[in-house]
């Protein structure tokens, strides 16, 4: 490709220079002969238009050695003629025949011709044209007295004009061989110039190809190549950013698949082992017979909650599953709190509502918000121990509400804080699988919140406790 580019324009610039060239020497010679033969025929008009070297002549034409006269007459005034260089001759001619008396010498066996000029001056006038793709120019002006009729003429043989073309006309070829070589030497900087980017461009575009890229091109110009090796990164910055995206997503994926699989083997596995159990040992005590059996109860029921779990995450998952309404917030956390607060103090655990009055609604799936704040408070009641206390609160921030459950439970260490809303993370997974948990509580909740356009956040501190809240926008407001 570089090379057929770089042929390309190299071409382009010897035919430009070809045909500048061809134009201007055209257009040069052509303009120093038609400045030449105009020159000639102002002069010799201006020359026998009432001058005094006319009237002189006129005196002479009256003279008995006229002929001679009229020579020596041209000869002073050949400087104005322009006849002193050597390719313009004069001659006298004889005004009835044309033929030669004084003047330039005609080569032996030559004959002077007559030309339309000297025809025309024959006739008695003064001739001073010409065609400018003649061979020669000429002028003939008739003068008459006494001793006769007689013509000045003038002729010039072009050899000036056309040795000054022929200079020209080398010296704009010497031009035209430097204008070449400096045109090849140009395009082949041009070429480097404009196709180093695009070399870099391939090769970043190749590298892309087989997965890297880092290769980013270097911008070196603020023109339009400078602005497609710009839009050229860029776009390789976007399309890392996606493919980065997409594999991260396949190992979220890959990793929620092998995390399903485990958890529902696990009880599985339990299930088939007790059942085996009893069915191949017919004298079982009746005692371990019941236990087995509520194990393989209990193992099913959680089985269940991973499956209804995750069929509720999949239904958030795909945008649905939620029922919008506006609703007080602040009565679901009392009804929440009124739920749960027998159970926790079965569990010689205290809790306590701090309730802010005239909390504003949100808009909201009621249910859902309520599963939220449920699945929470289930947590700090599992995860603090007998004597501990749970403590609720909300109120007003800005635009939104927030609802803070607080607990003087376990605590979480600081490394895992940043997973427990991650799907299938338990700090302690025995403990966990003890209480019946199953690790998706606290995503189901993020995902929910997050849908409402809300944030769920958690801190904590190991053995002291720990506090998750929850901030949801409020009704009619943009957040
Ligand atoms: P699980 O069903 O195991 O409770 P969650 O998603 O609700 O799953 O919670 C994830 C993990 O976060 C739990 O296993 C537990 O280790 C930790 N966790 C959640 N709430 C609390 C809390 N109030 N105190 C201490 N640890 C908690």
Redesign the pocket.
């Known amino acids: 490709m570089t090379r057929s580019l770089r042929a390309k324009l190299v071409f382009i610039m010897l035919l430009l220079i070809v045909i500048l060239m061809t134009v201007v020497t055209v257009f040069l010679t052509r303009g120093v002969r038609d400045f030449y033969l105009d020159e000639f025929y102002r002069r010799m008009t201006d020359a026998f238009t009432g001058t005094e070297m006319v009237s002189a002549l006129r005196d002479a034409a009256n003279e008995p050695d006229a002929a001679e006269m009229m020579e020596k007459i041209i000869v002073a005034y050949a400087g104005q003629l322009g006849i002193d260089s050597g390719t313009r001759k004069f001659y006298i001619l004889d005004g009835k025949t044309g033929s030669r008396l004084a003047g330039a010498e005609i080569p032996r066996g030559e004959t002077l011709a007559v030309t339309p000029n000297i025809e025309t001056a024959l006739g008695g006038d003064d001739a001073y044209s010409g065609s400018s793709g003649g061979e020669y120019m000429d002028a003939a002006a008739p003068i008459s007295g006494d001793a006769g009729r007689f013509i000045v003429y003038i002729r010039d043989n072009r050899e000036t004009a056309t040795t000054l073309s022929a200079q020209l006309f080398r010296m704009i070829l010497e031009a035209v061989a430097f204008g070449l070589a400096a045109a090849v030497a140009i395009s082949l900087l041009l070429s480097r110039t404009l196709l180093s980017p695009v070399q870099g461009m391939t090769e970043a575009a190749e590298a892309m190809a087989e997965g890297d890229f880092s290769r980013k091109i270097p911008v070196e110009s603020e023109d339009e190549i400078g602005t497609l090796s710009r839009t050229f990164n860029t776009m390789a910055s976007q399309l890392e950013a996606t493919l980065f995206e997409l594999t991260q997503a396949e190992q979220l994926r890959r990793d929620f698949v092998a995390n399903v699989s485990h958890e529902l083997r696990t009880p599985l596995t339990s299930v088939r082992t007790y059942a085996e159990t009893i069915a191949d040992t017919p004298d079982l005590p009746d005692e371990t017979r019941e236990e087995f059996l509520r194990v393989i109860l209990n193992e099913s029921d959680r089985m269940t909650k991973i499956v209804s779990d995750l069929l509720d995450l999949s239904r958030l998952d795909s945008g649905k599953g939620l029922d919008f309404d506006v609703f007080s917030i602040e009565k679901s956390v009392r009804d929440v709190y009124d739920a749960i607060r027998p159970i926790v103090e079965k569990r010689g655990q205290s809790i306590d509502i701090e309730l802010h009055w005239g909390m504003p609604d949100i808009r909201g799936d009621k249910a859902r918000i309520e599963q939220v704040l449920m699945?929470i408070m289930t947590?700090?009641m599992?995860?603090t121990p007998e004597g501990g206390a749970i403590l609720i609160s909300c109120g007003v921030a800005g635009k939104n509400v927030w609802v803070k459950i607080a607990?003087t439970?376990?605590?979480?260490p600081e490394d895992d804080l940043p997973h427990?809303f991650d799907r299938f993370?338990?700090?302690?997974k025995a403990r966990?699988r003890e209480s019946g948990?199953?690790?998706?509580?606290?995503?189901i909740a993020k995902e929910i919140i997050e849908r409402h356009g809300g944030i769920i956040t958690v801190t904590?501190e190991i053995g002291r406790g720990?506090a998750?809240t929850v901030s949801l926008p409020i009704a009619g407001t943009d957040a």
């Open positions: 699945n947590n700090a599992k995860y607990d439970g376990v605590g979480i427990v993370y338990r700090v302690d966990s948990g199953t690790g998706l509580g606290l995503s904590s720990s998750f």
